[in-house]
């Protein structure tokens, strides 16, 4: 068994000192996941508090039937943590007097409806709550529900299809970031010499008598280690 794996088990079985070390050496790859959702109006200390509640969780969580390396099981649960808390929380912050106005004009609204039997008009609310038509009507477009990701677009035949079905299939996003981040963990792993010939046949696009060059070996040795290691990286998978 693996160092990763051992960890795992005793974290499963109640070691807190397994669980908190396998957090700490775990840490790197929440920020990998992290720098994918930068630029989004939420702090990267933020993010990563919210990632790491996504690494715990793999942690509690992971199942040893799976056979796969505990990295790739915690990457979807990391991402899902943070693109859950980007949903919820809400890019737009709404600030506690539009709160307050939205909940009196809700129940001005409400009050006047039932009073006229019709629909009540911005004049009408603004009068029996002393608000401006303009402060009503910055309190009912903050509190306006922002379209969720998980809505319905199209339904048929009893199958439903999200807005975040038709995202993915666009862009592929998600699978590009989740392949990424594994691979960056993978390499990770490596030797370093074994990430300087991953790093030239792969990132660099160079043939292996040019990393031969760069690196002083023969063609022959050079292909060798590339065999070894993407063998070395599919068992780490």
């Not at 715990?56 to 990295?71: G, L, N, Q, R, T």
């Not at 990391?78 to 929380?89: A, H, N, Y």
């Not at 010939?197 to 760069?214: H, N, P």
Request: net charge negative.
């Amino acid at each position: 068994m693996d160092h990763t794996m051992e960890l795992l088990w005793r974290a499963r079985n109640g070691d807190k000192e397994a669980s908190d070390q396998l957090v700490q050496e775990n840490m790197g790859l929440v920020w990998s996941v992290v720098r994918r959702f930068e630029n989004r109006g939420c702090e990267r200390e933020d993010l990563f508090q919210i990632g790491s509640i996504g690494l715990m969780k793999a942690i509690e969580k992971f199942d040893f039937s799976y056979e796969v390396c505990f990295s790739t099981y915690a990457v979807p649960l990391v991402m899902g943590e943070i693109r859950r808390f980007l949903r919820d929380d809400g890019m737009v912050k709404v600030s506690r007097s539009l709160k307050e106005n939205g909940w009196h004009i809700k129940k001005s609204r409400e009050k006047l409806e039932q009073k006229l039997g019709r629909s009540a008009t911005l004049t009408e609310i603004s009068g029996d709550t002393g608000l401006s038509e303009e402060e009503i009507t910055m309190a009912m477009s903050a509190g306006e529900e922002i379209a969720s990701i998980y809505q319905t677009i199209y339904q048929s035949d009893g199958s439903e299809l999200y807005l975040v079905d038709k995202v993915a299939g666009e862009s592929g996003e998600e699978e590009q970031v989740l392949n990424q981040v594994v691979v960056e963990q993978l390499i990770l792993g490596l030797e370093p010499k074994e990430r300087q010939l991953i790093r030239l046949r792969y990132f660099e696009g160079k043939t292996q008598s040019r990393v031969a060059d760069d690196m002083g070996m023969t063609q022959v040795q050079v292909s060798r280690m590339e065999k070894k290691v993407l063998h070395k990286m599919r068992l780490l998978l």
